[in-house]
């Protein structure tokens, strides 16, 4: 079916677009100049779209927002709750994905961020940063956990690499039996008592089922950023929600930066963090 629209496409313009190869079907230079020419328009209609979009002025409208999975299952749905009570004519679509998707071209409209951000063309603010620990199901940390390099942990293989070259460093001869690519996976490995799990305070200190069983050696946290393309900066519904969830994350300083104590599942009964 491709190669009859592209024979049908090639009559129509009475030009030849590719070279038909053994190896596969290669662009001329006529196809060559039309694929330029295609990118080029598309680069006009999105910034022509993301123009006219900074210009909306009404409380209302879609808000599309791309976070990892930790954020936006562990971090983000309660503010965004909140958020829906204030203003319940702006919709939000939430794109969980760990790969970073382009604001320029509109894949999202607001991208919140662990880690540096890397488009110049965009804007945002710092708004905390992610303070890690060594967390453990109850069960196992009731076992006793005096050497956590003689445990069994959750690692993270390649994936998330500062952190997963922090604890090769730090605890050198630690025997990762369960090797996930997701802070949330790690979360449930934990919680199951598979092994320790370097886990984000702000997620693992509000679950009853984890304690921490130790710090790390160094001090370890990645910056959370709230970013967006630069001709969305005056768009109401985009100010409101960066304004709310800025304010928001701010507030929850101390859980995001590990300073909130964590507890057991018995009410009253609180564990050293550490």
């Not at 199901?137 to 952190?163: C, F, I, M, N, T």
């Not at 996976?185 to 984000?200: E, N, V």
Request: glycine share 10%; hydrophobic share 45%; aromatic share 6%.
């Amino acid at each position: 079916t491709v190669f009859r629209r592209i024979g049908a496409f090639e009559q129509r313009l009475g030009v030849r677009l590719f070279d038909r190869l053994p190896g596969g079907y290669v662009l001329t230079a006529a196809g060559e100049e039309m694929r330029d020419s295609v990118l080029r328009i598309e680069e006009e209609i999105a910034a022509l779209a993301m123009k006219v979009t900074g210009q909306d002025q009404r409380p209302s409208g879609m808000i599309r927002i791309t976070a990892t999975d930790m954020l936006a299952v562990g971090v983000l749905p309660r503010h965004i709750a909140a958020f829906r009570a204030g203003w319940p004519g702006i919709e939000i679509e939430m794109i969980v994905s760990d790969t970073v998707l382009d604001l320029t071209r509109r894949e999202a409209d607001v991208a919140i961020r662990v880690g540096d951000p890397v488009q110049e063309t965009l804007v945002g603010r710092r708004v905390g940063r992610l303070a890690f620990a060594v967390y453990a199901g109850v069960g196992l940390r009731a076992k006793g956990l005096d050497d956590p390099e003689q445990s069994d942990w959750v690692g993270y293989g390649s994936a998330h690499g500062p952190l997963s070259r922090g604890l090769g460093r730090w605890w050198p001869g630690m025997r990762q039996v369960y090797r996930t690519n997701s802070i949330n996976a790690a979360h449930a490995a934990a919680r199951a008592g598979i092994g320790l799990a370097a886990l984000p305070c702000a997620i693992a200190d509000r679950d009853p089922e984890l304690v921490r069983a130790a710090r790390l050696p160094e001090d370890f946290g990645l910056d959370l950023w709230l970013l967006i393309h630069e001709d969305l900066r005056n768009t109401a519904r985009i100010r409101m929600f960066m304004d709310f969830i800025a304010a928001a994350l701010a507030a929850d300083a101390d859980l995001l930066e590990g300073r909130r104590p964590a507890r057991v599942n018995r009410p009253g009964h609180d564990v050293p963090a550490g």
